[in-house]
C-alpha cells in the first residue's frame, strides 16, 4: 500500500533554532515529491518538487533534499513567520498524489 | 507560479440545501483538476479526479451522486455538495496541474470552508 509519513506531528523551535523535518514514502512508483506549506484556513502554497534521489532545491531559509525512502525539509535559522503547516506529497505513476498528515512547525520569538 | 482561485472561501448552508464550489486556473489551462477534502488537523484525502469533457473520477467511498463534479472548461471546474448533511461540514480544496514546461507542480486555491447547520 502506498505511505507517506511525517515526522515530527509538531515540532516547536525558538527563532534562529535550526531544524529539520521527515517525510517518509513507500510507494509503488515515484514521479515526484512535493513539499507545501499550509496556513490555517488556507490552501498549500506550493515550496518545491523533488524528481530523483540526490536532487536538492533551495528557497530562502529552506532546503529540501531526497533519498530513495525519504525527503528532508531542513529550515536554517527560522523566524516566526515560518510557524506553519508543512506537508509532504508524493505523485505516483497514477499522476495522484498522496499526502504525508504534515509537520505543524512553530516559531517562537 | 501558476494561479488557482477557488471561490467562495467560506459558505454555511441549510441541510437539504446543495451548494456549489468553484475551481478556476487563471493563467493557464488545466484538462485535469484534483479535489480534496480536509478534516481538522488531518491531511488533504483526494476525492476525486477532475477531466474536462469527461466524467469525474471518483477515489473509493466517495459518494458521486452527492459530490457532483462538472469540468466543462479548461479554466473551470465546480463541485456541487448536494443534499448538504451537517457532516458534510469540510475544508475543501481544489488543485490543478500546470504542464507547461518541464514541471508538472499542483497548484492549489485557498479552500472553501463548508459549515452545514
Known amino acids: 500500500e502506498d505511505q507517506v509519513t511525517q515526522s515530527p506531528e509538531a515540532l516547536r523551535l525558538q527563532e534562529g533554532e535550526s531544524s529539520s523535518l521527515n517525510c517518509s514514502y513507500t510507494v509503488s512508483g515515484l514521479r515526484g515529491l512535493f513539499w507545501y506549506r499550509q496556513d490555517p484556513g488556507k490552501g498549500p502554497e506550493f515550496l518545491f518538487t523533488l524528481y530523483s534521489a540526490g536532487e536538492e532545491k533551495e528557497k530562502e531559509r529552506l532546503k529540501a533534499t531526497l533519498t530513495k525512502k525519504e525527503s528532508f525539509l531542513h529550515i536554517t535559522a527560522p523566524k516566526p513567520e515560518d510557524s506553519a503547516t508543512y506537508l509532504c506529497a508524493v505523485q505516483l505513476n497514477t499522476d495522484k498524489l498522496i499526502f504525508g498528515t504534515g509537520t505543524r512547525l512553530q516559531v517562537f520569538p | 507560479g501558476a494561479v488557482v482561485s477557488q471561490h467562495p472561501s467560506r459558505v454555511i448552508c441549510k441541510s437539504g440545501t446543495s451548494v456549489k464550489i468553484e475551481c478556476r486556473s487563471l493563467?493557464?489551462?488545466?484538462?485535469?483538476m484534483f479535489w480534496y477534502r480536509q478534516f481538522p488537523k488531518q491531511s488533504l484525502m483526494l476525492m476525486a479526479t477532475s477531466n474536462e469533457g469527461s466524467k469525474a473520477t471518483y477515489e473509493q467511498g466517495v459518494e458521486k451522486d452527492k459530490f457532483l463534479i462538472n469540468h466543462a472548461s479548461l479554466t473551470l471546474s465546480t463541485l456541487t455538495v448536494t443534499s448538504a448533511h451537517p457532516e458534510d461540514s469540510s475544508f475543501y480544496i481544489c488543485s490543478a496541474r500546470d504542464f507547461r514546461g518541464m514541471n508538472t507542480e499542483a497548484f492549489f486555491g485557498q479552500g472553501t470552508r463548508l459549515t452545514v447547520v
Open positions: 493563467d493557464f489551462q488545466a484538462t485535469t
